[in-house]
């Protein structure tokens, strides 16, 4: 052994650090875990065309911290984002309203960090992104859930929700929303109940937290507005990402606030700026390429989804049951009740499948005890049907369910 590896830094952690992190395995053979993208679909050629003529043209701007741009990020990016968010989402914002972060985890953090303290309340959708919830326990945050229905978030208990906080004397700090294909539901909150979301934050005096990194991700239809699109008094922080259109290991997200919470962002952002050669390439991509780029590859991650609907219905036939979602990368799925989903995702990881069980992703972790959620963008066609195929396996062996498996019954 070393002499550094046998140091003991031990007694010099302070305390109220997270656990330590385990060692990367690697991944399963069937991954249908975490929000990668389809290797297929990254566009590489058209990324090695804009780093060499974005670096020939501003090489030498990679001299400055922050690009000469400031450290609200490089501004022909920001100037894309402005246009694309007024085209797409109807917001009107200027380059200065946006700045630029690592990954829109980033913004998860400068946004908590400005807005929350140990012991405050904010108020989320049930079913929810892993990492928001994960973030706001070890801040110490009382996260409250609002159960979804097909549409998304559902007014009605929101509004008695806030109506029951006020009167013990509680203001959420925000209501966290995702609206525009909801992770992990896959719903889409229509116009109205966007307005009336709004309604409620103005009455009860709660800005609204929009995280909409799969807006992009629709199969059809316009998506609506988004509600910082439909806000009058700016009550709205919104948050985007390059991770699910483009590719999530470039760490693009960026944020769209009043100065008045970007200043408290950007005093929190410690790094000096965002990585400016991933910022540059994406700038030189996204101009010309953004709005051909992604239906082709909305349609791609459309054909993978009908291939897994077409596995768990060939494999599980009645037992697992789901919503056709509206666009994303995944798939919501309700097994029978006595499915653990977290003891079937340790037996499936054993056979080569990794699957999110539902309790990470929900504040009831007794709804979601049967349910899962399956990633299909990452998995090719091929891995979508072999990976099912064993996932029915490992659950019948573990749970009794599915009987049938493949139309054919099976004998115990
Ligand atoms: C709802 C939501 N918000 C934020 C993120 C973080 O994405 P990134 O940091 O890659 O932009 C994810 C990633 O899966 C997500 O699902």
């Known amino acids: 052994m070393s002499a550094s590896a046998s140091f003991d830094f031990a007694p010099l952690l302070p305390a109220g650090l997270p656990a330590p992190a385990a060692k990367w395995t690697g991944l399963a053979k069937y991954s249908f875990v975490g929000g990668n993208n389809d290797p297929e679909q990254v566009p590489v050629d058209g990324l090695i065309e804009a780093v060499n003529s974005v ?18 990020g490089y501004l022909p990016l920001r100037e894309f984002l402005a246009a694309k968010l007024r085209r797409d989402a109807g917001i009107s914002c200027k380059a200065d309203d946006i700045m630029i972060v690592s990954g829109s985890l980033q913004a ?26 994960n973030r706001l326990t070890r801040l110490g945050v009382n996260a409250i859930g609002i159960p979804l229905d097909g ?39 229509p116009e109205s109940r966007r307005a009336a979301m709004l309604k ?40 985007g990402s390059f991770s699910k259109s483009i590719a999530p290991a470039l760490r693009v997200g960026f944020i769209v606030a009043p100065w008045e919470m970007l200043s408290r962002m ?9 990585g400016a050669l991933e910022q540059m390439v994406l700038a030189e991509y996204c101009a ?6 992604v239906p082709k590859l909305t349609r791609g991650l459309r054909r993978k989804l009908d291939a897994l609907m077409e596995a768990l219905s060939e494999q599980f036939g009645t037992a697992a049951e789901f919503e056709d979602p509206k666009g994303g990368i995944f ?36 709804y979601a005890g049967s349910r899962l959620r399956l990633c299909f963008a990452s998995p090719s066609e091929q891995q979508i049907r072999e990976g099912v195929a064993v ?5 019948r062996r573990e749970f009794g369910v599915p009987v049938r498996i493949a139309n054919v019954e099976r004998r115990a």
């Open 288 to 293: 010309p390429h953004f709005s051909t780029h």
């Open 331 to 366: 798939l919501w799925v309700k097994l029978p009740d006595n499915v653990d989903t977290l003891k079937l995702y340790q037996a499936a990881l054993a056979a080569g499948v990794a699957i999110n069980p539902g309790p990470e992703w929900s504040t009831n972790k007794g």
């Open 391 to 395: 996932l029915a396996d490992v659950c």
């Open 200 to 239: 409620l934050s103005q009455e009860y005096g709660v800005p609204i937290f929009e995280d909409d990194c799969y807006a992009d991700l629709i199969w059809e239809g316009k998506r609506p507005p988004a509600i910082h699109a439909m806000a009058q008094n700016g009550g709205v922080i919104h948050i």
């Open 108 to 133: 998860l953090d400068l946004v908590n960090h400005t807005l929350l303290a140990s012991g405050d309340t904010v108020i989320v959708e049930q079913e929810t992104y892993q990492g928001s919830l």
């Open 266 to 274: 950007l005093a929190l952002k410690t790094d000096a700026g965002s």
């Open 151 to 189: 549409e998304g978030m559902r007014i009605d208990v929101l509004a008695s929700t806030l109506a029951d906080l006020k009167a013990k004397g509680i203001r959420p700090k925000y209501i966290y929303t995702i609206p525009t294909v909801q992770n992990p539901t896959g719903t889409i909150l």
């Open 55 to 72: 670096l020939n043209r501003e090489g030498k701007s990679l001299a400055t911290y922050g690009l000469a741009s400031g450290p609200q």
